[in-house]
């Protein structure tokens, strides 16, 4: 069986972003995927708008300031402080959850598809939500615009300078942090530099710091001016001739696009084709928009063997969900429950290299989980899980203050740390895209959309679990078991 139209049209709509609407299920089988590329490329060519969520009594206390007069955080008392971060940590849930709608629902899609690769390239953390909104800003802003001027925008971030303790980086001790990460995990990869680069980079980075409203200052006096010789160049560099040291070495525009291929195309890289997309990046001067549509816009995109090859992100897997099946959840917050329990939750990587993805995505526990998520929120059932206490992880959400728990079950009572999805799915228009579909090939028609294989599923098997009684249900409940398959954590 050949690779249909619109098994390509659907690979790329999961690649350049996070799977087709129930919408575009009428167009997938008839339009080019140069015609949709397009059409993905041109609604991503607006400007983002900032996603803000914190108020501005929160601005007031996190930059500094109470309504008692004190001027600075470490004059706060322990019960002020702890008040603090639990409003900065349900502000971040928030941002955790707005973005998420975004991805859902944008038709930026392959922009903000780009923000997540970048989010995962710059991982960081910090329990201030101003710092993280302006930082999610600049990976929004500049996904798809010059790497160059991404990296010197995160360099020079409040999150990232924190994260990798910059502001302890002075000319009488140098903080290697910030410096070793830049090189190994952000621009140039491991095996390009010796310990010697590492520690006269953190030399020309020192004076780097970020002040409590998040903005970016030069100390000139912590700064060593002296001359440093990094990758065999010498000179009184300061931070910014760093970064363009970096960038100048081709090394950095082939690592870059070897994690893109990675990412976009296949866990397991062909090296030769990532090999020219590195060249192209690099003649390009670092142009992002033109590095994806090398990508997108290629032969070797659409082979067979980069079909439904990489498991999905817990990200894709959630916004992928709701994308074909729009839904309402009244408890949104829940997602965060799930993005723990699937091991990806937006703002807490697990360290600065970020998540490592591919088949570390799944285990015996989580697969099982994810296979569930489709039915618990047709359902409304119960999570039956807790996630991770850890507070840094679940950004506040282990004390539980404000997720729903299931209502009482009658003889058993309350449920303890029984968390529900609840959910109110619109199939209108989902179902109203097979209409013209007879019923004996309705199972067919729903398997090619929401599968990324071309071999699908046994229909014997799936007979079984599948309620035949009224159309509108079998239709339903045939995707609802599709979306429960091995099969579907494949894009």
Request: charged share 25%.
């Amino acid at each position: 069986m050949g690779i249909t139209d619109q098994l390509k049209n659907q690979h790329l709509l999961w690649r350049a972003g996070f799977g087709p609407m129930a919408e575009d299920l009428s167009l997938l089988s008839s339009v080019s995927q140069k015609s949709l590329y397009q059409s993905i490329l041109k609604a991503s060519s607006k400007t983002p708008q900032s996603i803000l969520v914190a108020d501005d009594n929160l601005q007031v206390m996190m930059m500094g300031f109470t309504d008692a007069g004190k001027t600075h955080k470490k004059d706060l008392s322990q019960e002020e402080r702890k008040s603090l971060r639990k409003q900065s940590y349900k502000a971040i849930r928030d941002l955790n959850i707005a973005w998420l709608g975004e991805m859902v629902n944008s038709d930026m899609q392959l922009n903000e598809k780009m923000s997540l690769f970048w989010h995962g390239h710059f991982a960081s953390r910090n329990d201030n939500i101003f710092y993280q909104q302006r930082l999610l800003d600049t990976l929004r802003q500049h996904a798809l615009g010059n790497f160059g001027d991404l990296l010197r925008q995160v360099s020079k971030s409040a999150t990232m300078i924190n994260f990798l303790n910059n502001n302890q980086n002075n000319k009488n001790h140098p903080n290697e942090n910030f410096a070793r990460e830049v090189m190994e995990l952000f621009t140039m990869g491991r095996g390009h530099y010796s310990e010697d680069d590492v520690k006269e980079a953190a030399r020309a980075f020192t004076g780097w710091g970020a002040n409590l409203q998040g903005d970016f200052e030069f100390r000139k006096k912590q700064h060593d001016d002296g001359v440093k010789t990094v990758l065999g160049k010498t000179g009184h560099f300061d931070g910014d001739d760093l970064l363009n040291i970096l960038l100048e070495k081709k090394e950095t525009a082939h690592f870059i696009s070897r994690k893109l291929y990675k990412f976009f195309v296949n866990d397991t890289i062909d090296e030769q084709r990532a090999a020219w997309l590195g060249e192209r990046f690099y003649q390009s001067q670092y142009d992002i928009k033109s590095l994806m549509s090398d990508i997108f816009t290629s032969d070797w995109f659409y082979y067979s063997k980069n079909i439904g090859a990489r498991i999905k992100s817990p990200i894709e897997l959630i916004a992928g969900i709701r994308r074909m099946l729009p839904m309402k959840i009244q408890n949104e917050e829940v997602q965060l429950v799930v993005e723990s329990l699937l091991g990806q939750v937006l703002f807490n990587p697990p360290n600065v290299a970020g998540w490592p993805g591919g088949t570390n995505w799944i285990d015996s526990s989580s697969l099982m989980f994810r296979m569930r998520i489709p039915q618990i929120i047709f359902l409304s059932d119960e999570l039956g899980l807790k996630p991770k206490t850890d507070d840094d992880v679940m950004m506040g959400m282990g004390m539980r203050e404000s997720l729903p728990t299931a209502p009482p079950i009658k003889g058993f009572g309350k449920m303890k740390n029984a968390q529900m999805i609840d959910a109110e799915i619109f199939w209108n228009d989902y179902i109203k895209k097979y209409d013209a579909v007879p019923r004996e090939k309705l199972m067919a028609e729903i398997s090619r959309a929401i599968l990324q294989t071309q071999e699908g599923v046994n229909p014997d098997v799936l007979k079984k679990y599948v309620d035949a009684n009224s159309r509108d249900y079998f239709i339903k409940t045939t995707t609802i078991q599709l979306m429960s398959t091995p099969e579907y954590q494949l894009c």
